[in-house]
C-alpha cells in the first residue's frame, strides 16, 4: 500500500509540474485542454487528429497552433510525456521493460526501445542499470 501511494504521489507531482511547463509556454486554452488530454491517455495510442477532433479543431490549423504555442509539434510532445512516464516506471517499478512498452500504448517493443535511445540517450536496460549502480 505504502508502494502505491508514493507511486501515485509521485506521478501526480510529475503531472503538475508538466502542466506548470505547458501553462509557461501558452496561454491558449487549446493547448492546455490537449496536453492534459495526452497525460491522462499515455496509456494508449495518442494521434493528433484523435486530440484536434476531441477539441473539435481541424487537424491542420491544431498541429500549426500546438507548434506555435509550445515550440514542438504535437507529436514531439506525446514522445516526450511518454518517455518521461517510461523513465518513471524504469525508476519506481520493477516492471520488465515489454510491460512498461505496453504500458504506454506501444505495441511494438523494438520500436519502443528505439524511440527511448534516440530521446534518452541509453536503452532502457541500460537507463534502469544507471539509477541501480
Given at each position: ?63 500549426r497552433l500546438f ?18 512516464r517510461a523513465k ?22 523494438s520500436y519502443f ?21
Open positions: 500500500m505504502a508502494e502505491l501511494e508514493h507511486w501515485l504521489t509521485e506521478h501526480f507531482q510529475s503531472v503538475v509540474t508538466r502542466a506548470g511547463e505547458v501553462w509557461e509556454r501558452s496561454r491558449r486554452t487549446e493547448v492546455m485542454e490537449a496536453c492534459h488530454y495526452v497525460s491522462l491517455h499515455l496509456d494508449k495510442r495518442i494521434s493528433l487528429e484523435e486530440v484536434a477532433d476531441h477539441l473539435f479543431l481541424n487537424s491542420g490549423y491544431f498541429s507548434k506555435k504555442e509550445t515550440g514542438e509539434t504535437f507529436i514531439e510532445y506525446v514522445t516526450r510525456m511518454k518517455m518521461n518513471e516506471l524504469l525508476d519506481q517499478t520493477s516492471h520488465p521493460v515489454g510491460k512498461i512498452c505496453e504500458m504506454l500504448g506501444y505495441d511494438n517493443q526501445i528505439k524511440i527511448f535511445k534516440s530521446s534518452v540517450g541509453v536503452t532502457p536496460v541500460e537507463y534502469r542499470g544507471q539509477k541501480t549502480s
